[in-house]
C-alpha cells in the first residue's frame, strides 16, 4: 500500500504565495504519475497540476496555470506545489494523488492513491 501525506497549507492574503509538500511512503515502486487536486466547499474535486513519473511532463488546470508550478523530487518520493499570486477562489483543501499509470489525467477517478488533504484559505 501507499501513504501519502500533503504539507504547507495555511492561511495567506490575496497575492501571497504557499507551497506544499506531498511524500509518499510504502510501497513507493506502485508510483508513477503524481498530481494535486482541490476542493471547495459544494464543489467537485478539481484537477490543479500533474507530473509524470520522470518529472518531465508538466501540466496544469486552466485556472492555475502561470500562477502555480509543479515539481517532482524523485529522490525523496515527493511532489510540490508552489502556488504564487494567490487568490480568494484558491481556498480549498488541497489533495495529493498518484496512480500506478504514467500520467495522473485530469479526473479524479483517475488517482489510485490519494492523502488526507491540507487547507488552503486565502483571504482578500
Known amino acids: 500500500q501507499v501513504q501519502l501525506v500533503e504539507s504547507g497549507g495555511g492561511l495567506v492574503q490575496a497575492g501571497g504565495s504557499l507551497r506544499l509538500s506531498c511524500t509518499a511512503s510504502?510501497?513507493?515502486?506502485?508510483?508513477?504519475?503524481m498530481a494535486w487536486f482541490r476542493q471547495a466547499p459544494g464543489k467537485e474535486r478539481e484537477f490543479v497540476a500533474g507530473?509524470?513519473?520522470?518529472?518531465?511532463?508538466?501540466y496544469y488546470g486552466d485556472s492555475v496555470k502561470g500562477r502555480f508550478t509543479i515539481s517532482r523530487d524523485i529522490a525523496k518520493n515527493a511532489v510540490n506545489l508552489q502556488m504564487n499570486s494567490l487568490k480568494p477562489e484558491d481556498t480549498a483543501v488541497y489533495y495529493c494523488?498518484?496512480?500506478?499509470?504514467?500520467?495522473?489525467?485530469?479526473?479524479?477517478?483517475?488517482?489510485?492513491?490519494w492523502g488526507l488533504g491540507t487547507q488552503v484559505t486565502v483571504s482578500s
Open positions: 494523488g498518484a496512480t500506478r499509470a504514467a500520467v495522473v489525467g485530469r479526473s479524479a477517478s483517475s488517482v489510485d492513491y
Open positions: 510504502g510501497r513507493t515502486s506502485s508510483v508513477n504519475g
Open positions: 507530473i509524470n513519473g520522470g518529472g518531465g511532463l508538466l
